[in-house]
């Protein structure tokens, strides 16, 4: 038996509104929420048990994926009370866990897309004997990241978590938020209090001259902290980018789901979504974006790099470039909202409320209240 432990607990604070009614992992992405893509994928590596630790909204995961049966898996969901941070909830899922003490874990956290080799990195962790083993990715800025030198047969070396001083920026290398466990090394874990395991089990393994390995894998990586990933990752899962076998239809330009309604000079491109109950209207322009169920698009609207919330109604020629708008949210005819704009979910912009002048930096803005 393979066994893994889902982080999925997170609140999604960088992500709001998309998170407001609905936990991260939930969020769909390519058609599905984008918890199904990580299990699927999971399953596709001979995982065959997964624990779920829950706690934002923890109630809308075993209603949706049941007992896991429909992707090959069996699952078992754990609520924490309050949150525990990675480690304390590593600690309290592993109550389910039903491997030996020398036995490998997987253990992920339930929001970063990857193309990792599953089996690969837990053959590695095997054959190196290691303690923990991490993936590890590069990527050309990792301020906001944690980093994690390694020597040359892959030992790591130290854990700096987001660095500030540039002095600090020592690897390209971050933590890709994949792991392998042996399953004593969880035991050894606090119970009942919050731990991060970025910040204090790692560091204190590495203190005891305890084996963790980093695996560099270069391969597809992404963060979905943010809005602009999300969209993205969806994007990637449409047009074939990155793999996944939940995907509910053939990888192309557009992914349009049973019961949506699009006019035939619409036009949809770059990794699309539009959801199930969705309409899409005349002349519209609708690229690399997601359009939630039952959203609807008036004619002629621009929509690019967007997110637009489960039954939002956008207004006839509105323009949305790299912005948000909430569940259920109206925005009227003729706006015109560019990046880093959220509109809250509920919100009402009228007719003609907000256009930016291209002398104006748009920054990061919410219409929360509106």
């Known amino acids: 038996m393979t066994e893994a432990i889902l982080l999925v607990g997170g609140q999604g604070t960088r992500l709001r509104p998309v998170t407001v009614h609905t936990p991260k992992p939930m969020v769909p992405a390519a058609g599905v929420p984008f918890l199904a893509h990580q299990l699927a994928r999971l399953a ?4 065959d048990h997964v624990v779920m630790a829950t706690c934002y909204l923890a109630e809308v995961f075993e209603p949706h994926f ?3 049966s429909a992707y090959g898996l069996e699952l078992e969901y754990v609520v924490e009370d309050e949150p525990l941070g990675t480690g304390g909830a590593i600690r309290n899922a592993a109550e389910r866990l039903r491997c030996g003490a020398d036995e490998p874990v997987l253990v992920f956290n339930g929001d ?19 303690d923990v083993t991490l993936h590890l990715a590069r990527v050309d800025d990792p301020r906001a990241f944690g980093l994690v030198p390694t020597d040359d047969d892959g030992r790591v070396l130290a854990f700096t978590e987001k660095p500030t001083a540039p002095e600090e920026i020592v690897t390209d290398q971050i933590n890709a938020g994949a792991y392998v466990f042996r399953r004593s090394v969880i035991d050894a874990i ?16 590495l ?3 305890a084996y963790l390995h980093g695996q560099v894998e270069n391969t597809y990586w992404l963060d979905l902290g943010r809005p602009e990933a999300l969209v993205q990752a969806s994007a990637d899962l449409v047009r074939g980018v990155v793999d996944s076998p939940a995907l509910p239809g053939e990888r192309g330009e557009a992914l349009v789901l049973p019961g949506a309604e699009v006019a035939a000079d619409a036009s949809l491109a770059a990794g699309t979504v539009v959801g199930a109950g969705a309409r899409i209207g005349a002349g519209a322009l609708v690229h690399g974006s997601v359009v939630l169920d039952g959203a609807e698009v008036g004619a002629g609207a621009d929509i690019r790099l967007s997110l ?12 949305l470039h790299g912005a948000v708008v909430g569940d259920g949210a109206q925005v009227g005819a003729d706006n015109e909202l560019r990046t880093g704009v959220r509109v809250w979910c509920e919100a009402v912009l009228p007719d003609a409320a907000l256009r930016f002048s291209p002398d104006v930096p748009t920054g990061s803005r919410t219409t929360e209240g509106l």
């Not at 596709?44 to 995982?47: F, K, L, P």
């Not at 970063?112 to 290691?130: E, K, N, P, Q, Y």
């Open 112 to 130: 970063i897309l990857s193309g990792l080799d599953v089996r690969d990195l837990v053959a590695t962790h095997t054959r190196r004997a290691a």
């Open 308 to 319: 637009v919330g489960a039954g939002a109604r956008i207004g006839r020629r509105t323009v």
């Open 66 to 68: 049941g007992d896991g």
């Open 207 to 209: 203190a005891r001259g």
């Open 190 to 205: 606090p119970r009942g209090r919050a731990v991060s395991v970025e910040r204090e089990t790692f560091p204190e393994l």
């Open 44 to 47: 596709a590596a001979g995982v």
